[in-house]
């Protein structure tokens, strides 16, 4: 069946530094990308939705000068946290569009982001 | 605006109960509901699927119904094991729109 990788599964990276997530659609055509953001003991929330080759658009609250995402291909989204803080230590997911089977959305596993 | 909640928070049973587990939604032209579980530092794990014009699925212990005109789905859990331990999430897609999920009930099943 479908599948969407997301990887790194888990990162420790210090203050200041930049971190970049990827998404991948490994048998299918994504169209639209979704990236969510979940706080501790809180729900996932939508931070930005990509399509290919478009900017992205991003949700209220969220800085897109902080949180940079690529669509650059059709299979692959990136999220890159720039000048990582401690606050921005969360559970990241992406999730795929498959816009030729259905419109049916896959998750990936997910990255934990921790920011010493 | 879509909005998920999920009752209860928070649950604690002993191994064996049979269990149920609520959420809903304000929208009800929903394109389908999903839920997940999410282990402690793991990613999420797709459980059941309903798609708007179904009422329920059902996969091994799990049955999740859905009655769109009332905008609720619940999950109910058969016979509970100390594996069935995590945290429990609702999501619902609404025509060209992206996931809205719920806060999530977090299980815990003593052995």
């Known amino acids: 069946g479908a599948v969407v990788s997301q990887h790194p599964s888990r990162v420790i990276c210090k203050s200041g530094t930049s971190v970049k997530i990827e998404c991948r659609s490994l048998?299918?055509?994504?169209?639209?990308m979704f990236w969510y953001r979940q706080f501790p003991k809180k729900s996932l929330m939508l931070m930005a939705t990509?399509?290919?080759?478009?900017?992205?658009?991003?949700e209220q609250g969220v800085e897109k000068d902080k949180f940079l995402i690529n669509h650059a291909s059709l299979t692959l989204s990136t999220l890159t946290v720039t000048s990582a803080h401690p606050e921005d230590s969360s559970f990241y997911i992406c999730?795929?569009?498959?816009?030729?089977?259905?419109?049916?959305?896959?998750f990936g596993e997910g990255s934990w982001l921790t920011v010493v | 605006k879509q909005e998920v909640t999920q009752i209860p928070a928070a649950l604690s049973v002993p191994e064996g109960e049979n269990l149920v587990l609520n959420c809903s939604f304000t929208?009800?032209?929903?394109?389908?509901l999903q839920w997940f579980r999410q282990d402690p530092g793991k990613g999420l794990t797709s459980l059941l699927l309903?798609?708007?014009?179904?009422r329920e699925q059902t996969s091994g212990r799990l049955n999740a119904s859905l009655d769109k005109s009332s905008g609720r789905s619940t999950l109910y859990i058969a016979a509970s094991q100390p594996g069935d331990s995590a945290t429990y999430l609702c999501?619902?897609?609404?025509?060209?729109?992206?996931?809205?999920f719920g806060p999530g009930t977090r299980l815990s099943v003593l052995p």
């Open positions: 309903i798609q708007s014009s179904q």
């Open positions: 929208d009800s032209a929903i394109y389908n």
């Open positions: 999730s795929a569009r498959d816009g030729g089977g259905g419109n049916t959305i896959y």
């Open positions: 999501a619902v897609l609404n025509y060209g729109q992206n996931f809205v």
């Open positions: 990509s399509n290919e080759g478009s900017k992205a658009t991003y």
């Open positions: 048998d299918f055509q994504a169209t639209t």
